[in-house]
C-alpha cells in the first residue's frame, strides 16, 4: 500500500506501519530500540547507480565520488564500493574508517581546509588517488611530506570559483569570502597552479571547487561551470597546465517537505555535461575526466529517523508540544541551519488524514525543536514518530550531548534489517573518562578544597 499523506509517498502495510527497506519500523523499534537511524539500502544504491548512468552517458569520462561526510559507517564505505563510486574523505577518522573497510585507496580523494601533518601522511601512506589541496601552505607542506617520504602526491587544488548560491549561508562555501580553497579572484589560484607545478613532491592532476550544499535549483552548477572553463583556458595559456581531472564538487539539494522541488540527478547532468563539452571545445581544451561529489542526494532521502513519543503537552490557544526521545544530538540541522522535516506516527499512518498541527520538541536541556509546527496524525504517548529524509549530517553530526547514547544505525533491505552502527552504550560514554589522581581520593579532594 502506497498512501499519499500530506506530505510524502509512503509505504505503509497492512497493519498500518510504515515500512522502510521492506521492513515493518515498528518492528524495529521493538528490536533495536529508539531513536533510531534507518536507510533504505535499495533507495542508496539507486541514487549511486542514478549518478553514474545520467553523468555516464552524457560525458566522455566520469567519476562519482560519494561525499562520506553525509553520513560514513565501514557498512557505507563497503556498498559504495560495491557500487563503483569513489570516495570523498574530509578527514582521518573518515580515511580511517574507509581504508579499513577496505575501500580502494586509489578511488579516495583526501579534502580538508586543514589537513594535519598525520592526515597528509596518512593519505601518502596509503597512497589516495587524490589529495585536494586546499591552500599555498598545504601545497609546501605536502610537497615536503611527500618527497621526505620518496613518493609524489597525486593532487587537485580546490578553488574558489566566486558563485553566490541560494542556500544557507553557512553551507555556501564557493563564494569570495569562504575560508576554503584558493581564489580565482585576486590570483591566489593562479600561484597555486604555478607553485603546484615547480614542486617535485606533487603531480597536479586538475581542479576542485565545491561552491554548496542543498541547491535547489542548477544555475549556480552552471554558472561554476563556465567559471572553471574561462579559468582553465587561462592557466593553459599562461602557466601550460592541461586539466585532467575537473572535480566540481556536490551540492544537490533533496526533498527534506513538500515545498522543496529539487532538479532530479538528469536535470543535473542535463545542465552541466553539454554546456561544460561546448564550454571546453570553444576554448579549444581537450575534455578533462569529470568528477561529482554528491552526498546529500545519494543518502538523504534514504535515511528515516524513528523516535518513540513522549510527553504530549497542549498549551491551550497556543499550541501542542510532543516530545520525542531524542532530539539536538542526533539531528543538529533545524539548530544550525533551521533545517525543516516532515514526519508522521509510524505505528498507524493511515490516520494521517487526521491531521494535527504540533510542534516536535527534542528531551534536551534546549530549546530543541526538531520539526516546528508539523501536520502529523493524532499521536499519543507511546506511539513512534518517524522523521523523513535524515540520511545526510544526521548520524554524521551526531553528539553525545547530555550524555545521550548516539542511537543505532540500521539498514534496512528486502525486508531484513542489519546493523550498521550499534547502540552506544551507558558504559561507553564513560570509556574515555579520566579521574584526575588529585581528584580520585575523597581526602585529596578535601585537602584540595581547603588549600584553595
Ligand atoms: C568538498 C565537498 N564535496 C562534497 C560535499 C557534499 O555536498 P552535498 O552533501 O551537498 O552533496 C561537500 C559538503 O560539504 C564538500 O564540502
Known amino acids: 500500500m502506497t ?6 509517498m509512503l509505504r505503509v502495510n497492512e497493519a498500518g506501519h510504515l515500512v522502510v527497506g521492506g521492513c515493518d519500523v515498528v518492528e524495529l523499534a521493538e528490536k533495536h530500540g529508539t531513536p533510531l537511524y534507518l536507510y533504505d539500502e535499495a533507495e542508496i544504491r539507486r541514487r549511486c547507480r542514478d549518478y553514474l548512468s545520467e553523468f555516464g552517458t552524457r560525458f566522455p569520462q566520469v567519476e562519482i565520488a560519494y561525499a562520506s561526510k553525509a553520513a560514513l559507517t565501514m ?111 585576486g590570483g591566489e589560484a593562479h600561484e597555486a597552479i604555478e607553485l603546484a607545478l615547480k614542486c617535485e613532491g606533487l603531480h597536479l592532476r586538475g581542479l576542485h571547487c565545491h561552491i ?4 535547489l535549483e542548477t544555475d549556480a552548477f552552471e554558472r561554476t561551470v563556465d ?5 582553465l583556458a587561462l592557466v593553459r595559456d599562461d602557466l601550460g597546465f592541461e586539466c585532467e581531472d575537473l572535480d566540481i564538487g556536490g551540492g544537490l539539494g533533496i526533498r527534506y517537505t513538500e515545498k522543496d522541488e529539487p532538479p532530479t540527478v538528469a536535470d543535473l547532468a542535463e545542465a552541466i555535461c553539454p554546456r561544460l563539452l561546448r564550454a571546453l571545445k570553444n576554448h579549444d581544451l581537450s575534455v578533462p575526466r569529470l568528477i561529482l561529489e554528491p552526498g546529500r542526494s545519494i543518502v538523504g532521502e534514504a535515511g528515516v529517523t524513528l523516535y518513540t513519543i513522549g510527553v504530549i503537552k497542549d498549551i491551550p490557544s497556543l499550541r501542542t508540544y510532543v516530545s520525542v526521545d531524542g532530539g539536538l544530538s542526533d539531528n543538529p540541522r533545524p539548530a544550525l541551519y533551521d533545517a525543516v522535516y516532515e514526519a508522521v ?46 540520511g545526510a549530517y544526521n548520524y554524521a553530526m551526531a553528539s553525545n550531548y ?7 544505525v540500521v539498514l534496512c533491505c528486502d525486508g531484513q534489517d542489519e546493523l550498521l552502527v550499534e547502540r552506544e552504550s551507558l558504559a561507553d560514554l564513560i570509556s574515555h573518562d579520566r579521574i584526575p589522581k588529585h581528584l580520585a581520593a575523597k581526602e585529596a579532594a578535601e585537602d584540595c578544597k581547603q588549600q584553595g
Not at 494521517?352 to 508539523?374: F, P, Q
Open 345 to 390: 506516527v509510524a505505528n498507524r499512518v493511515e490516520e494521517h488524514a487526521a491531521c494535527e498541527w504540533v510542534r516536535v520538541a527534542g528531551k534536551h536541556c534546549e530549546t530543541d525543536t526538531l520539526i516546528d509546527d508539523t501536520c502529523i496524525g493524532h499521536c499519543e504517548p507511546g506511539d513512534l514518530l518517524a522523521v523523513f529524509a535524515t
Open 227 to 231: 567559471q572553471m572553463v574561462e579559468f
Open 75 to 185: 557498512g557505507i564505505a563497503r556498498l559504495m564500493d560495491q557500487e563503483g563510486m569513489a570516495l570523498d574523505v574530509a578527514s582521518a577518522g573518515e580515511l580511517y574508517t574507509a581504508l579499513q573497510a577496505n575501500f580502494p585507496a586509489e578511488r579516495i580523494k583526501m579534502h580538508g581546509n586543514y589537513k594535519s601533518d598525520l592526515e597528509l601522511r596518512m593519505a601518502l601512506e596509503a597512497k589516495v588517488g587524490r589529495v585536494v589541496c586546499d591552500s599555498l601552505t598545504e601545497l609546501e607542506q605536502l610537497d615536503e611530506a611527500a618527497r621526505k617520504m620518496g613518493t609524489v602526491a597525486e593532487i587537485l587544488i580546490r578553488v574558489r570559483p566566486g558563485i553566490d548560491t541560494h542556500t544557507h549561508e553557512l553551507i555556501q562555501t564557493g563564494q569570495v569570502d569562504s575560508k576554503f580553497g584558493v581564489g580565482i579572484f
Open 212 to 215: 554548496g550544499s542543498q541547491l
Open 402 to 408: 547530555n550524555r545521550f547514547t548516539r542511537p543505532a
Open 3 to 8: 498512501p499519499k499523506t500530506p506530505n510524502r
